[in-house]
């Protein structure tokens, strides 16, 4: 009988184990935001009043990186310009920074004060970039506002660029009570057309733009007009009440679809299971589950090591083999068109 009980243990007591290696790789660090390096396996992350860290190595080793960024600064959002990479920007509560030299020092947009939660290039024109509710259109050395919707600038815009085509830009609010409402621009940010609510992040295919992936609290939609009609995508995906989810495509293979289901357990804490589908989301599969046990603030794929995805918490950084996936194709500049995070064995 003793057998039993132990097999009892062991099949009802005593957690599954995990599908997928996970590894911690950094401690106790509140996390933000993720941006990887469009031509090096160069990771950043940015944090809450801990500044900016680099990784040439999955996070094994970090160097501190944000010389002239004010020492409690919220880094909300890091942007490289992919034909420049020593050119960056960085969002914060405190404006927006600039760096010419990969990151070793940076210095304010003496025009931005106002909270910057995110910054992007130009997929065409590098020297277009959107910060927020603002715009250059030279490299960064003047900026002017464009004419978001007065209730998302107000709150506060997050914004997605389309990573292969200039000027299609999409914006959500940030803060507030109300469901979340997106927009779209096809001319750089002149004008808006609302198309779709309820979706607070989208993931964008980087071969095929005009399918996006919006994460919400009903599950994850799908689009396969630029946003125009929306369809649930939920299959063999489990959706507790009160829970949220998240989105993010593989840079290599755009079929490959990753959607994170999250519960709260009070305060940061969280359970979020992760799920994959190898059909561009008509069908999912558990993956594994977020060892972290808090709520995922970021998370990316290196389109150079797109063997591994790091997730960033309010408690640190995790790093986990992903199962291997077959190249879509050899497209390097449409990799680099990619914002999310990959590495070579050996680097």
Known sequence: M???????LIIFIMPPASALKWKQIMLNCPIECIAMHPTK????????????????????????????????????????????????????ELGLYKSTDGGESWTPVKEI????????????????????????????????????????????????????????????RVIGLEPPELYKSTDGGESWRKIGEGIFHISIDP???????????????????GGESWKLIRKGMELPPGAWTDVLVNPINPNVIYGMVSKSLGGINAVTNIYIS???????????????????????????????????????????KLPSVKPYSVDIEGKRLVTWGRIKEGW
């Not at 500044?51 to 040439?56: D, N």
């Not at 910054?119 to 960064?140: C, L, M, R």
């Open 41 to 92: 396996p160069i990771i950043f992350i940015g944090t809450i009043n801990h500044g900016i860290y680099k990784t040439t190595d999955r996070g094994k080793t970090w160097s501190r990186t944000d010389n002239g960024i004010h020492q409690l600064a919220w880094i909300y959002s890091i942007a490289i310009n992919p034909k420049d990479p020593n050119q960056m920007f960085v969002g914060t």
């Open 2 to 8: 003793k057998w039993m009980s132990l097999l009892f």
């Open 278 to 320: 190898d059909n561009g989301g008509e069908e999912w599969r558990f993956l594994d589950e977020f060892p972290g046990g808090k709520s995922i603030r970021c998370y990316g794929i290196h389109p150079l090591d797109p063997d591994y995805l790091y997730i960033g918490t309010r408690k640190g950084a995790w790093r986990c």
């Open 113 to 172: 004060r106002r909270t910057i939660f995110s910054v992007h290039f130009d997929a065409v024109n590098p020297k277009i970039i959107y910060a927020g509710p603002y715009k250059s259109t030279d490299g960064g050395k003047s900026w002017k506002e464009m004419n978001i919707p007065p209730k998302i600038k107000r709150k506060g815009p997050l914004l997605f660029v389309d990573p292969r085509r200039s000027g299609i830009l999409y914006v959500r």
């Open 207 to 225: 071969f095929h733009p005009d399918i996006l992936y919006g994460a919400s609290w009903q599950g994850i939609y799908k689009s396969t007009d």
